[in-house]
């Protein structure tokens, strides 16, 4: 089975500073990994995914997540935030190892980012 | 762009309601979701649907059902609606195998069951 942690509810962090969201994952073969945002009253955005190749990937507004196989995680980081960031932030895993239904993915429990004036 | 569409954005319906919630995208994608969202524990999958006229149970299914008659359309159905379906509803689809990974999202549909 596939799973997601996000250990952190609230992540606080004064603009300008960098900023960490933290996810680890599980699964039986190679992940397919993925970051969601969501503003207020409004459906989830794509922000970047790791499907293979660098760990560094980069996306959206500045983001970018690093892919580490040896601890399982997916730590998504932007160098200095903006209020502008502040959302609830999703991860997301999917098992290529499965062979039916393997378009699911798997979503953590999310982590608000509060990015403070 | 993937456009991702949801009847309503807000509902509000009486408990032993039947409930239709309705999704459409227009990319021509295969695969299709819904979730629902409640704090503190994120997106649960309810149904997904990987062809037309095919379903799939997701982890929460007892208490919904879906349709897909159409390869751009999915609906959710709250056959006898209950309180504790008290929830944010959100719909996605993503292409076929071997092409887009992510999924698009709609917009939500938060449904209140009094």
């Known amino acids: 089975a596939q799973s997601v942690a996000q250990p952190e509810d609230q992540v606080n962090v004064a603009e300008g500073n960098p900023l960490t969201v933290k996810c680890t994952y599980s699964?039986?073969?190679?992940?397919?990994l993925f970051w969601y945002v969501q503003y207020p009253n409004r459906g989830l955005q794509f922000l970047l995914k790791y499907i293979t190749g660098d760990n560094l990937v980069k996306g959206s507004y500045g983001f970018e997540a690093e892919f580490n196989k040896s601890q399982t995680s997916f730590h998504l980081k932007k160098p200095s935030a903006l209020v502008s960031d502040s959302a609830l932030y999703f991860c997301a895993v999917r098992d290529t190892s499965i062979n039916f239904g393997n378009e699911k993915l798997t979503f953590g429990t999310g982590t608000r980012l509060t990015i403070i004036p | 762009d993937v456009k991702v569409t949801q009847s309503s954005r807000y509902l509000v319906k009486r408990t032993g309601e039947k409930v239709f919630l309705e999704c459409v995208q227009d990319m021509d994608h295969e695969n299709m979701f819904w979730y629902r969202q409640d704090p503190g524990l994120g997106l649960r999958l309810i149904y997904f649907?990987?062809?037309?006229?095919?379903?799939e149970k997701g982890d929460i299914p007892e208490g919904y059902s879906v349709s897909r008659e159409k390869k751009e359309r999915f609906s959710l159905i709250l056959e006898s609606a209950s309180t504790n379906q008290t929830s944010m509803y959100l719909c996605a689809s993503s292409g076929a195998r071997g092409q887009d990974y992510e999924q698009y999202f709609g917009p939500g549909t938060r449904l209140t069951v009094t």
């Open positions: 649907s990987y062809d037309v006229k095919m379903k």
């Open positions: 699964v039986s073969g190679n992940p397919y």
